[in-house]
T-cell receptor
Framework: ETGVTQTPRHLVMGMTNKKSLKCEQH?????MYWYKQSAKKPLELMFV???????ENNSVPSRFSPECPNSSHLFLHLHTLQPEDSALYLC??????????????FGPGTRLTVL | GQNIDQPTEMTATEGAIVQINCTYQ??????LFWYQQHAGEAPTFLSY??LDGLEEKGRFSSFLSRSKGYSYLLLKELQMKDSASYLC??????????WGAGTKLIIKP
């Protein structure tokens, strides 16, 4: 595997289900991101992990719970979601900024539908 | 607040040239990115500008004016495969990317 991978690619769940999204990066990066992408809206940054520590949590509801066990893996645990949470969830990774730009590499996303 | 503006949709003809504009307002500025996203796929990096001027990469060029808070992506010799959404994003003082909603580019034969 190369780049950034995400599983599953598609997920349909009921509002009472619990599921997890997985992201893995094979680029040796030290920062990872979760984004939500809804139709015709800007990418919404949900969480940022830098060196496996959460550094950003943009007022995301508690029904979304991230986990970063190491610098290569990132999870998004989902429970009691709402239909408006249906969207494309993108994972990205980058090298930490600091005198250089942090180009982000994206995974293909998980298309989530909440019924 | 921080904001990125770009047109929602543009249409162009195969073989022609199209310019996609982006204006930004951010707290500090550390550069401007353009990404391409085909339907159902991941965004992929196209260009990065941090200094004023034009950067050329083959058929694609990106321009930045820091004083005007303005950038554009220029696509030449358009091909059908260029049909995609083009995302503009500015890097703020905290090195966080502020994203625009994307411009859907439709290429007609």
């Amino acid at each position: 595997e190369t780049g950034v991978t995400q599983t599953p690619r598609h997920l349909v769940m009921g509002m009472t289900n619990k599921k997890s999204l997985k992201c893995e990066q094979h680029l040796g990066h030290n920062a990872m991101y979760w984004y939500k992408q809804s139709a015709k809206k800007p990418l919404e940054l949900m969480f940022v992990y830098s060196l496996e520590e959460r550094v950003e949590n943009n007022s995301v509801p508690s029904r979304f719970s991230p986990e970063c066990p190491n610098s290569s893996h990132l999870f998004l645990h989902l429970h009691t979601l709402q239909p408006e949470d249906s969207a494309l969830y993108l994972c990205a990774s980058s090298q930490l900024a600091g005198g250089d730009y942090n180009e982000q590499f994206f995974g293909p996303g998980t298309r989530l539908t909440v019924l | 607040g921080q904001n990125i503006d770009q047109p929602t949709e543009m249409t162009a003809t195969e073989g022609a040239i199209v310019q996609i504009n982006c204006t930004y307002q951010t707290s500090g500025f550390n550069g401007l990115f353009w990404y391409q996203q085909h339907a159902g796929e991941a965004p992929t990096f196209l260009s990065y500008n941090v200094l004023d001027g034009l950067e050329e990469k083959g058929r694609f060029s990106s321009f930045l004016s820091r004083s005007k808070g303005y950038s554009y992506l220029l696509l030449k010799e358009l091909q059908m495969k260029d049909s995609a959404s083009y995302l503009c994003a500015a890097l703020d003082s905290n090195y966080q990317l502020i994203w625009g909603a994307g411009t859907k580019l439709i290429i007609k034969p």
